[in-house]
């Protein structure tokens, strides 16, 4: 039997459709160029602010995060993460922040005062933008932590049913 040559579509044969000429692209006025380099000068200068701000931090060490510390009754916390998100906090400024975490858990979390303390601070040192909007639920130490310890949980119900 023949051999074949390289096998072709019908498609193949046909030619190709001539290609739309590009638009030629927009070069910016001198003015734009002038607002470009003077918001870029801007973003260097708060850059270098914040550098300067984060270097000025210092790491708060807590009590042994085996044991566990909880907040006094009535205090408004949020976790990590919630802080973070809303307050555009660095793991620097997180580093920085008072802190409460649970016995055997990398769970923690922050009070809400020592946050908003924390980002006046940082806005006034580096003219950040503040946020704006809804905070996140804070949590109320006496109703939501309470129960999220297990020594606390097992404590509690062994007072519920008379035995201590």
């Not at 909880?70 to 922040?97: C, M, N, Q, R, W």
């Amino acid at each position: 039997m023949p051999r074949y040559g390289k096998m072709k579509c019908a498609a193949a044969d046909a030619p190709n459709p001539a290609s739309k000429p590009r638009k030629p692209r927009a070069s910016p006025s001198t003015e734009e160029k002038a607002a470009r380099q003077i918001a870029a000068a801007e973003r260097a200068r708060v850059k270098g602010k914040v550098l300067e701000w984060e270097a000025s931090l210092q790491q708060w060490t807590g009590d042994d995060p085996e044991r566990g510390t909880l907040p006094p009754d009535g205090t408004e916390v949020l976790f990590v993460k919630d802080a973070k998100k809303h307050y555009s906090l660095s793991e620097k400024d997180i580093a920085a922040l008072p802190f409460y975490n649970f016995a055997k858990s990398h769970k923690r979390i922050i009070p809400v005062a020592a946050i908003i303390d924390h980002v006046k601070l940082r806005f006034q040192a580096t003219g950040t933008d503040y946020p704006i909007g809804k905070p996140p639920h804070s949590l109320n130490s006496s109703r939501h932590v309470r129960h999220l310890t297990k020594k606390d949980n097992f404590l509690d119900n062994m007072k519920a049913i008379g035995v201590l």
